[in-house]
Nanobody, 127 residues
């Protein structure tokens, strides 16, 4: 069973950048779509970005489009989220997630599509 571990969170000033990474162990990520979600204070979990199994197709939430970039390296079993022009409203715990079916799965914004989740990493953006 795959396990996911996020890293790269921290405190940054508004307008700054952070790069989150998600490393997999226990099973390959290759062949399955990956996603990033976040939970802001006093809010429900929300979709941020997703990449399909090959890395060719990506989708983003409107709130991060043009600022965040998701990418995957199947050889390294890692997925990243480059976050630029950060805003205080981006403050949240960020979670990496993997679809476990079907093989060669497409990108998805639906949390129910993802069966494996990491523990999360805190991102705090100060104004």
């Amino acid at each position: 069973q795959v396990q996911l571990a996020e890293s790269g969170g921290g405190l940054v000033q508004a307008g700054g950048s952070l790069r989150l990474s998600c490393a997999a162990s226990g099973r390959t990520l290759a062949g399955y779509a990956m996603g990033w979600f976040r939970r802001r204070p006093e809010n429900e979990r929300e979709f941020v970005a997703s990449v399909n199994w090959s890395g060719v197709r990506t989708i983003y939430a409107d709130s991060v489009k043009g600022r965040f970039t998701i990418a995957r390296d199947n050889a390294e079993e890692m997925v990243s989220l480059q976050m630029n022009s950060l805003k205080p409203e981006d403050t949240a715990v960020y979670y990496c997630a993997s679809r476990t079916e079907p093989l060669f799965s497409g990108a998805s914004s639906a949390a129910i599509s993802y069966k494996t989740w990491g523990q999360g990493t805190q991102v705090t953006v100060s104004s």
